[in-house]
Nanobody, 125 residues
Framework: QVNLVESGGGLVQAGGSLRLSCAAS????????MAWFRQAPVKDREFVAA????????GYADSVKGRFTISRDNAKNMVYLQMNTLKPEDTAVYYC??????????????????WGQGTQVTVSS
C-alpha cells in the first residue's frame, strides 16, 4: 500500500483559489493512477479529478471542469489539485486516492485502493 497525506485545505471566500497537496510514500509512485474525491456532510463521496501514471491524461467531474486542475510530480511523489473560482458548493472534505490497477472507471470510488485522511475545504459566500 501507499501512504497518502493531504494538506492545503482551509477557508476561502467564493471566487478565491486554493491548492491542495497530496504527499505519497510507499510503492513506486509512478505506478499509481491518482485522483481527488470530495465528500460534503451527509452526502456520498464524489469524484473530482484523476490523473494518469505519467501525467499525460486527466479527467474531471463536470462540476469542476475548467476551474480545477490536477497535476503530479513523480520526482517528488506529489499530487496537486489547483482549485480556482471556488464556489460554496465546493465545500467538502477532499481526499487523495491511489490505485495501481489497470483502472477502469477513474471516477469510481471502488477503483481506488488507498486513501488519505482528507483535508477540509470551506468556501464562504
Amino acid at each position: 500500500q501507499v501512504n497518502l497525506v493531504e494538506s492545503g485545505g482551509g477557508l476561502v471566500q467564493a471566487g478565491g483559489s486554493l491548492r491542495l497537496s497530496c504527499a505519497a510514500s510507499g510503492r513506486t509512485f509512478r505506478s499509481y493512477v491518482m485522483a481527488w474525491f470530495r465528500q460534503a456532510p451527509v452526502k456520498d463521496r464524489e469524484f473530482v479529478a484523476a490523473i494518469s501514471r505519467d501525467g499525460g491524461s486527466t479527467g474531471y467531474a463536470d462540476s469542476v471542469k475548467g476551474r480545477f486542475t490536477i497535476s503530479r510530480d513523480n520526482a517528488k511523489n506529489m499530487v496537486y489539485l489547483q482549485m480556482n473560482t471556488l464556489k460554496p458548493e465546493d465545500t467538502a472534505v477532499y481526499y487523495c486516492a491511489a490505485t495501481d490497477r489497470v483502472a477502469v472507471g477513474w471516477n469510481k470510488v471502488p477503483e481506488y485502493e488507498d486513501w488519505g485522511q482528507g483535508t477540509q475545504v470551506t468556501v464562504s459566500s
